[in-house]
Nanobody, 127 residues
Framework: QLQLAESGGGLVQSGESLTLSCIAS????????VGWFRQAPGKEREEVSCINNPHLGNIYYADSVKGRFNISRDNAKHTVYLQMSGLKSGDTATYYCAAGGLHHCRQQGFSQEPWYWGKGTQVTVSS
């Protein structure tokens, strides 16, 4: 069974950058679409970004992060990254890595609920 572990969260100032990592274990990562979600206190979970395998080419970004966040994956390292720049206080949340079916990352994000989830990493942006 696939297991996911996020890292890289922390406290940053508004406008700064941060890169989150998600390391997979228990199974090969290249048979899954992967993505990032976030949830702030008192708010609903929001899908941030997802990516299929490179040869499938599909990448999704929420409008709230387009142009500021970049998702990438390194299957050889079993790792998914979320590079975040121009961080704002509204980006403060717990960020979760998720994985689902290989074709499940579509133009509007995951077409189905991801199958596997990490435990999350906290990102706090101070203004």
């Amino acid at each position: 069974q696939l297991q996911l572990a996020e890292s890289g969260g922390g406290l940053v100032q508004s406008g700064e950058s941060l890169t989150l990592s998600c390391i997979a274990s228990g199974s090969t990562l290249d048979v899954y679409a992967v993505g990032w979600f976030r949830q702030a206190p008192g708010k609903e979970r929001e899908e941030v970004s997802c990516i299929n395998n490179p040869h499938l080419g599909n990448i999704y970004y929420a409008d709230s992060v387009k142009g500021r966040f970049n998702i990438s994956r390194d299957n050889a390292k079993h790792t998914v990254y979320l590079q975040m720049s121009g961080l704002k206080s509204g980006d403060t949340a717990t960020y979760y890595c998720a994985a689902g079916g290989l074709h499940h990352c579509r133009q509007q994000g995951f077409s189905q609920e991801p199958w596997y989830w990490g435990k999350g990493t906290q990102v706090t942006v101070s203004s």
